[in-house]
């Protein structure tokens, strides 16, 4: 049975018989740690004990509601009664398999990385609070590198939650590729079995060289020059225009202002003639002198 799941439960029930019915009174039934010879205790939130008595039987129950792994072991039912030796029933072993982690990966950059940089993925993996003892555990990296460029940690601790990180430095373009960690839990303990293997998210490890990236800097400066030149090449043609526009429209007022002003000449000088006319015209004769 799995850590974090509904455990069993242990019955126990002892009966007086007949002929011994005169001489042993109150049969009394308890479960114990094998290991301890101690009483279970009760836990309101996943061991439950259920005991009944009267003058010839006596019946215990043990429930796990919620299963630990500090559950793990042997069992053993004591009986006892007045007037006679208590005895022990067979051991009964409750092993308890450690669930499955779950597991996450990490990793300090990401996205495209280039030759003779460097990368830390850190795998870590937890476990429930069913999980309630000491374990440890095993971590694969895939792919499995070795080379002095490599460096591993493991984890050192003996409860949830786990690490274990993969450095390499410096990248090569042989390191690119998928990476992931695989993580197993197990125990020293022979009541409590080793985990199904938890398996982390894939990082895709990308590793470009660094005279392509040279050229693709240079590549992108290049259309970057050219795209500044076509922007300053419209902003000239925008501000010819403007001038050109310009140029006509006062072209267009110089114009208009002198056609306005020829117009208004002539007519000043039209009205100039008819009034010298007018004053000629008023002007008396001059008289003849010989005609006296």
Partial sequence: MEAGMLGPTLTCRVTVTEAERATVLSPSALWLRYSTLSAVPEDDSSVFTTTTRNATTATTIISFSLL??????????????????????????????????????????????????????????????????????????????????????????????????????????????????????????????????????????????????????????GDQGSTSSTLIIGVVVVIALIIIASIILLIIVVFVLRRRHSAYSLKNGFKLENSEKKTIQSRPPLMNPMGK
């Fill in 68 to 221: 630990y792994t500090s559950h793990a072991g042997p069992y053993t039912c004591r009986v006892s009664a007045t007037n006679a030796t208590p005895s022990f029933s067979p051991l009964i072993t409750l092993t308890v398999k450690l669930p499955t982690p779950t597991v996450n990966l990490s990793q300090d950059a990401s996205g495209l990385l280039y030759e003779g940089s460097a990368v830390t993925m850190t795998c870590a993996a937890t476990l429930p609070p069913s999980v309630d003892t000491d374990v440890n555990v095993t971590v694969q990296w895939t792919p499995a590198i070795s080379s002095d460029r490599v460096s591993i940690s493991t984890p050192s601790s003996s409860r949830s939650p786990f690490t274990s990180t993969l450095t390499i430095s410096p990248l090569a373009i042989a390191d690119t590729g998928q990476y992931y960690c695989e993580v197993t839990v197990h125990s020293s303990s022979q009541y409590i079995v080793a985990s199904d293997p938890g398996i982390s998210p894939r990082f895709n490890l990308m590793v470009q060289s660094v005279e392509q990236n040279l050229n693709d800097t240079v590549g992108s400066g």
